[in-house]
C-alpha cells in the first residue's frame, strides 16, 4: 500500500544568522513517516540577499516583502527570524494570513518608539511596549493561529531532562524549583543592527539575558502546572544595565566589538510569586566564544547545563591552519590551542527541538508549544522592567500587573506530557 505524503510548507523571514539556522534545522528534523518539509519561501528587504539564501538552501522562491511572501506560499509554519524592529508587524501579517504555527524569535518586539525617533523613560517604554505586545498576542488569539516564541534555552536536551526530574520528584512530595542562575554572552554580535536601539531594540540584557530568563521562566511554568494545574509568575524585577568597554582605553577592546548605543553587560534578578529566585547574566565581554549555561537548585538536587562550552570533546591544535574555516564552537575567535567543540551545535543549542515542536503544533490542531506567549509575554515584561530598574539604582520593579494576564488563554498553556523523554529507565 503506498503511503500517504503529507506537505508542510515552510518560509523564513530573514537571511542572516537566525534565517540560516532554521533552515538548517528543519533538514535535521527526526523523520515522520510520510511527513515532507518543503521550505518553500524566504522574504528580506534585500531581494538579492533572499535569492542567495534561497539558492544556498533550496528555498523554493525569493520575496522582497513579507505579506506577498505569505499570499502566494500560503505556509503551514511562518519563521519570523528577521531583525527585533519588524517582528510585530510579521506576527500581525501571518495571523492575518491564517498561518498554522508563527515561530517568533527573541525578543518579542521592541519599543514602539525607537523606529519613530522618540525618547521616554524606561517606565514609558515599558508600558508602551506591553501594550504592543497585547494587541500582537491578541491578532495570534483571534486567528485561531499557534505562537511559538524561539527560545532555544527552553529546548536543550537539559530542560528536557530536568522536567522528567520535576515529574518523578512530584511523585514524592518534592519537585520545587529554588534557584535558577544562567549565563549567555560571547565577545559582541557583528549583527549590524545588534549597536542600533532603533532596531535591535537594547543590548546584552534585552538580547542576551533574555535566552537563560526564558527557561527560568518556563520551569517555573511547568512547575506549578504540574503542581497546581497553573503556571508560577514572576512577581518583581531587579536589573544592571552597563556599557563597560564604551569608556575604557582603545586598545582593551581589541578582541571585542565595542557597543556604542546599548548596553554590553547586565544582570536581571527575578523572583517569582512563590518567593523563588531567577538570576541570569547576558554580557558582550566574553573574549573566548559563546558561554551558555544554566544551573537549578531544586528541593530533590541540583542540575547544572553546561550547553556551550562543555568538555564532553577536547581538541588540541598547534597551528590554527589545520582547522580550516571549521566552525568548532560559536563565536570562536580561533582554533589555535586547546578548545571543546561543539558538533551538531545546532541541536546543542535546541534549535532542531524547537522547529521540531512547531512541526508537531501544526500536524495536530489540539498541540500548542512548550514556548509559547506566555513566555514571550513575561520575557517581555521581565526585559523592560529590567531597563526600568537599571535606570532606577536597581531597585526592584513590580511587574504584577503583567503577570496577572494570562497571554494567549488557557489552551496556550505548555504541557509537559509533549515535552518528550531524554532519559531512560532503569531495567529498559
Keep these: 500500500m503506498e503511503e500517504k505524503q503529507h506537505t508542510l510548507k515552510i518560509t523564513i523571514s530573514g537571511t542572516g544568522f537566525a534565517g540560516d539556522f532554521v533552515a538548517r534545522c528543519f533538514g535535521l528534523l527526526p523523520h515522520r513517516n510520510g511527513l515532507n518539509i518543503c521550505l518553500a519561501g524566504v522574504n528580506s528587504g534585500h531581494l538579492g540577499n533572499a535569492q542567495v539564501f534561497a539558492k544556498k538552501h533550496g528555498v523554493g522562491e525569493a520575496f522582497d516583502s513579507h505579506r506577498e511572501m505569505l499570499d502566494s506560499v500560503k505556509p503551514d509554519i511562518d519563521c519570523i527570524a528577521c531583525a527585533n524592529y519588524a517582528h510585530a508587524q510579521y506576527v500581525k501579517e501571518a495571523a492575518e494570513a491564517g498561518v498554522k504555527v508563527i515561530v517568533l524569535e527573541k525578543p518579542p518586539l521592541i519599543w514602539p518608539g525607537y ?30 493561529t499557534k505562537l511559538l516564541y524561539a ?16 515529574r518523578e520528584a512530584q511523585a514524592i512530595g518534592k519537585g520545587k ?45 511547568i512547575e506549578g502546572m504540574l503542581r497546581e494545574g497553573k503556571p508560577i509568575r514572576p512577581a518583581r524585577v531587579s536589573a544592571v544595565a552597563l ?6 582605553p582603545e586598545a582593551t577592546g581589541e578582541h571585542f566589538r565595542v557597543m556604542q548605543n546599548v548596553d554590553d553587560f547586565a544582570r536581571i534578578t527575578v523572583v517569582f510569586e512563590d518567593d523563588t529566585v531567577a538570576e541570569v547574566h547576558g554580557y558582550d565581554l566574553s573574549i573566548s566564544g559563546i558561554k551558555n549555561s544554566f544551573s537549578v537548585i531544586a528541593d530533590f538536587g541540583q542540575y547544572d547545563m553546561r550547553i556551550n562550552p562543555n568538555n564532553e570533546n577536547e581538541l588540541f591544535l598547534p597551528d590554527a591552519r ?3 574555516n571549521l566552525l568548532l564552537r560559536e563565536k570562536l575567535p580561533t582554533p589555535q590551542g586547546t578548545s571543546f567543540p561543539s558538533p551538531q551545535q ?3 543549542h535546541g534549535y532542531v527541538n524547537e522547529m521540531d ?17 506566555l513566555l514571550a509575554w513575561d520575557t517581555m515584561a521581565i526585559l523592560m522592567a529590567g531597563y526600568e530598574s ?14 496577572g494576564v494570562n497571554a494567549g488563554g488557557d489552551t496556550a498553556l505548555p504541557d509537559p506530557r509533549h515535552f518528550g523523554a531524554v532519559l531512560g529507565r532503569g531495567g529498559q
Excluded at 556599557?243 to 575604557?248: D, I, R, T
Excluded at 537599571?390 to 503577570?403: C, K, L, P, Q, R
Design 115 to 144: 523606529p519613530e525617533g522618540r525618547e521616554a523613560s524606561a517606565a514609558i517604554r515599558k508600558t508602551e511596549s506591553m501594550a504592543a505586545l497585547k494587541e500582537v498576542l491578541n491578532a495570534v488569539t483571534a486567528s485561531g
Design 151 to 166: 527560545e532555544n534555552f527552553v529546548y536543550v536536551d537539559g530542560m528536557k531532562a530536568l522536567v522528567e526530574l520535576i
Design 177 to 221: 524549583v529554588l534557584l535558577q542562575q544562567g549565563v549567555c554572552a560571547h565577545q559582541g554580535s557583528h549583527a549590524p543592527d545588534y549597536d542600533t536601539p532603533a532596531k535591535s531594540g537594547g543590548g546584552s540584557l534585552f538580547n542576551k539575558a533574555c535566552h537563560p530568563l526564558g527557561s527560568a521562566l518556563y520551569l517555573k511554568q
Design 243 to 248: 556599557q563597560v568597554l564604551k569608556g575604557q
Design 322 to 324: 589545520a582547522a580550516g
Design 346 to 348: 545546532f541541536h546543542a
Design 357 to 373: 515542536d512547531a512541526v508537531a503544533c501544526a500536524l495536530d490542531t489540539k498541540r500548542y508549544p512548550q514556548s509559547g506567549p
Design 390 to 403: 537599571a535606570e532606577n539604582a536597581s531597585a526592584f520593579v513590580d511587574i504584577t500587573e503583567y503577570s
